[in-house]
């Protein structure tokens, strides 16, 4: 069960790191989509698992490796914009969030 300033938190993170990704790290989509679909925080607020949905990039894990290979600059960057609103800056674990792949998949095999 998440506490409220874990929800507003949750939601903060997701808003603003959905715009670095709209706005600093389009070049790392290389034509693609990047959607921040959901960020979790722990009790603590030290680290936030943040699930991305990509789309219309032929290699998914490619490009999830490099976002996390930036972790440390994307951090930074949100460190930058969330500094007002919260002491410390929550160390960001990033994960492929596969559910709407999971859900065409069920939608065709029903189609089917």
């Known amino acids: 069960m998440e506490t409220i300033r874990q929800e507003k938190i949750n939601k903060l993170l997701q808003f603003e790191?959905?715009?670095i990704f709209r706005g600093d790290?389009?070049?790392a989509a290389k034509g693609g989509m990047i959607t921040v679909t959901r960020v979790r925080i722990t009790p603590d607020l030290t680290l936030a698992k943040v699930y991305l949905s990509l789309f219309?990039?032929?290699n998914k894990d490619l490009l999830l490796k490099d976002i996390r290979k930036r972790t440390k600059e994307i951090r930074g960057k949100?460190?930058?914009k969330i500094?007002?609103?919260i002491r410390i800056v929550p160390n960001l674990n990033f994960y492929l969030d596969d559910s709407l792949d999971y859900i065409e998949?069920?939608?065709s095999l029903l189609k089917e």
């Open 17 to 19: 790191l959905g715009e």
């Open 56 to 58: 219309a990039t032929p």
């Open 105 to 107: 998949n069920i939608d």
């Open 25 to 27: 790290f389009t070049f």
């Open 78 to 80: 949100l460190g930058n």
């Open 83 to 85: 500094k007002k609103q």
